[in-house]
């Protein structure tokens, strides 16, 4: 029996939708925070040491009132932080598509509208008679 693999999900693409938010530097640590990034990545990244990253993020969770790295990514979601890339946006309307066309619409409904048939108490009667 082989080890269970952890499910691998891509790192999405975040840029920042309110730069007053944070101080500068401070937001590119959590916008890259944000995209899946390890605060040794983002040291190498901005030449800076990981515990400066590790600082600025702290720095951030008190200012959103965060209790974990999670935790700041979902509150700077929720609080219109961050935004996703057009590609993402792009990528989610094109799946949704597919679903779209295998909709009928109301002008050619290939299939006939759903009606409810309630059955009263002299229906019954008549057949059970």
């Not at 008190?62 to 057009?86: E, K, N, P, T, Y």
């Not at 109301?106 to 008549?126: D, H, L, Q, S």
Request: avoid cysteine.
């Amino acid at each position: 029996m082989g080890r269970k693999q952890k499910p691998h999900y891509p790192r999405m693409e975040v840029e920042l939708a309110d730069e007053s938010l944070l101080p500068a530097r401070r937001a590119e640590v959590v916008m890259l925070a944000a995209r899946g990034m390890s605060a040794k990545e983002i040291a190498r990244d901005l030449d800076i040491s990981p515990d400066t990253v590790n600082w600025h993020l702290d720095e951030a969770k008190d200012q959103f009132h965060a209790h974990s790295r999670a935790d700041l990514i979902s509150q700077g979601w929720m609080q219109g932080l961050f935004r996703a890339r057009m590609l993402a946006y792009l990528l989610m309307a094109a799946s949704v598509m597919p679903a779209m066309r295998s909709r009928p619409s109301p002008v050619n409904a290939t299939r006939p509208p759903v009606t409810r048939n309630t059955i009263g108490r002299t229906a019954i009667r008549g057949i059970r008679a």
